[in-house]
């Protein structure tokens, strides 16, 4: 992709991730979640070096005009973010940012499996290896699926859907996937939501292991990141933003004590590794008309102190 495609597909909370980074000229910053490029050209613009990483071979492949033209400011990785530790381990790294879940360029592209919206093989792999979206629902176990749907989808209704998903089996096509969830709850024309909606998304993560990705993400730019360094994590639903939000409030001291009517404990806890997170930001109204993505997103974004890590990396 070149420099002018990706200015194109504007991240979301573009201009409040850079503001949060305070991007001085010559640092060194990682774009955790490179996708189509949009954030690695801000950062370029800013005047920083910026290593990128992508589990999407697409994207990499995609990117390699714009490290062409970037006179040696951009490195491409295609390796998972949560690797960014150990593949960085002798730079000083100034400042972190991922946007996390699925990128828009996957989601237009049918014949990734990501959307329902457009008909295409049941495949959803980011990395585009491994177990596809289509092998673990014609495979998996009812309860399996259903828990996989609850858990991941926030669907109440998880073990109506993995019923008929199992009654309906094989499944090769998002199109069959979606006519059957709808089938199963009961959709009509017209309702404001696609009940298909939390149902892909439980198995997108779930193929890709998003959770745990950023989990162990947010860790490596903890021990990537020089004191004064600046993470910003751009997420899109509740369970992504609670994993952040806990990081941080965990790693900057901020979790509570316990409570009040119980016995003190004079607990020793580490020095916290992050100072106290900005407020989460949320995307205004201009941004939400032009990008429905942009509705659920929320960009959370702290500083490391220079407090050590504990215990060989984990607090």
């Known amino acids: 992709m070149t420099p002018a495609a990706a200015a194109r597909h504007v991240p979301v909370l573009m201009d409040e991730v850079i503001d949060a980074l305070a991007i001085a000229p010559g640092e060194t910053h990682v774009d955790g979640t490179y996708g189509a490029g949009g954030y690695s050209t801000a950062m370029l613009g800013a005047g920083a070096i910026v290593h990128a990483f992508d589990q999407d071979p697409d994207a990499i492949a995609a990117g ?64 585009r290896d491994g177990e596809s979206a289509a092998d673990f629902l014609n495979e998996a176990a009812e309860e399996t699926i ?16 993995a019923k008929a998903i199992v009654a309906a089996r094989p499944l090769t096509r998002t199109s069959e996937l979606a006519q059957v969830v709808r089938k199963a709850l009961g959709f009509r024309a ?66 509570s004590a316990g409570s009040r009517h119980l016995p003190q404990v004079n607990e020793i806890r580490p020095a916290p590794t992050f100072h106290k997170p900005a407020k989460a930001v949320r995307p205004a109204g201009a941004e939400q008309a032009l990008n429905p993505r942009a509705r659920s997103a929320t960009l959370r974004s702290a500083v490391r102190t220079d407090a050590p890590l504990n215990k060989g990396g984990e607090q």
């Open 64 to 127: 390699q005009s714009m490290v062409d033209g970037a006179e040696g400011k951009l490195v491409l990785h295609h390796a998972l973010y949560s690797e960014m530790a150990e593949v960085l381990v002798e730079e000083d790294i100034d400042g972190v940012t991922l946007d996390i879940g699925v990128s828009s360029m996957q989601l237009d592209q049918a014949e990734r499996g990501f959307s329902f919206q457009k008909d295409g093989p049941l495949d959803m792999r980011m990395a």
């Open 146 to 161: 259903a828990d996989v749907i609850y858990r991941y989808g926030e669907e109440r209704r998880s073990r109506r859907i």
């Open 190 to 255: 017209g309702d404001k939501k696609d009940p298909a909606t939390r149902t892909f998304q439980a198995i997108r993560i779930h193929i890709n292991r998003e959770l745990g990705e950023l989990e162990d993400g947010l860790v490596a730019a903890e021990k990537l990141l020089q004191p004064g360094g600046r993470l910003a994590v751009v997420t899109f639903h509740s369970l992504e933003d609670r994993i952040v939000k806990n990081f941080l409030r965990d790693r900057s001291g901020q979790k």
